[in-house]
C-alpha cells in the first residue's frame, strides 16, 4: 500500500489533502518530515551519530545522513513521527521528554536518483538526543541504514562543509544543531 503524507503549508500544518508519497517526490508537493540528530559527550568532546544510508534508499544512497529521520505518514504529528522513525531505524526507545526541539527548516530541490527525478520539498521539525551509546548498541533497519558512526560534532561540520564525505547533510541544519548544543539550552 503506498504511503500516504499531509500536503502542508510552509509551516508545515496539514492542508486536510493528502498525497502518495511517490507523487509527493514526482510532483514537489510539500510535505512534512522529522529529523533527529543524537549527540553524546565522550573524551571532552561533543559528538554526533550519522546514519549511512542503505545503497537501496530512493534519494541519496550510501551517503551519511541525519542519524534518524523519515517522512510524516498522514494524520501523525512531527513528534510522534520523530520517536517511531527512531524506533524503526535505529531499534531505539526514546520518550517525547528527550527530544530537544532544536527549529523548524524548510527546504526544496531537485535531484536525479536511480534515473528519476526526484523531486523533494520539506517542512522538517529539527531534534536533539542525547543519548552515549555505541553503534554496536544500535539495532539497525537494514533496508534503510547501512551502518552509523559517530563523528566529533566540529570534524562533521567542517568534513560536510568541504564534502569530504558522501552526504546528505544540509550545513543549514547542521549548524542549528550546533548551535543549540554549544548554547547551553541543551
Known amino acids: 500500500m503506498e504511503e500516504l503524507l499531509d500536503i502542508v503549508d510552509e509551516y508545515g500544518i496539514p492542508t486536510g489533502e493528502t498525497v502518495s508519497r511517490k507523487v509527493a517526490h514526482e510532483q514537489g508537493i510539500r510535505h512534512r518530515t522529522s529529523h533527529v540528530w543524537l549527540v553524546r559527550k565522550k573524551d571532552g568532546m ?3 551519530l550519522l546514519q549511512k544510508r ?3 534508499k530512493d534519494s541519496y544512497p550510501g551517503c551519511y545522513d541525519i542519524s534518524s529521520a523519515g517522512h510524516i505518514p498522514a494524520g501523525v504529528d512531527f513528534l510522534s513521527s520523530a520517536l517511531r522513525e527512531l524506533k524503526e531505524e535505529l531499534g531505539y526507545n526514546a520518550s517525547p521528554e528527550e527530544l530537544v526541539y532544536c527549529g523548524q ?3 526544496e530541490f531537485h535531484q536525479v536518483f536511480h534515473g528519476k ?3 523533494d520539498n520539506q517542512v522538517s521539525n ?3 538526543l542525547w543519548a552515549d551509546l555505541e553503534p554496536e548498541d544500535f539495532v539497525l533497519l537494514k533496508e534503510e541504514v547501512s551502518e552509523v558512526r559517530w563523528f566529533g560534532l566540529e570534524e562533521c561540520f567542517e568534513k560536510v562543509r568541504r ?3 558522501p552526504n546528505c547533510i544540509f550545513l543549514e541544519e547542521l549548524e542549528m544543531v550546533r548551535r543549540g548544543v554549544h548554547s ?3
Open 54 to 56: 542503505s545503497d537501496e
Open 163 to 165: 564534502d569530504e564525505i
Open 184 to 186: 547551553g539550552i541543551m
Open 46 to 48: 561533543v559528538q554526533i
Open 117 to 119: 527525478m526526484f523531486h
Open 126 to 128: 529539527v531534534y536533539v
Open 105 to 107: 527548516r524548510t527546504f
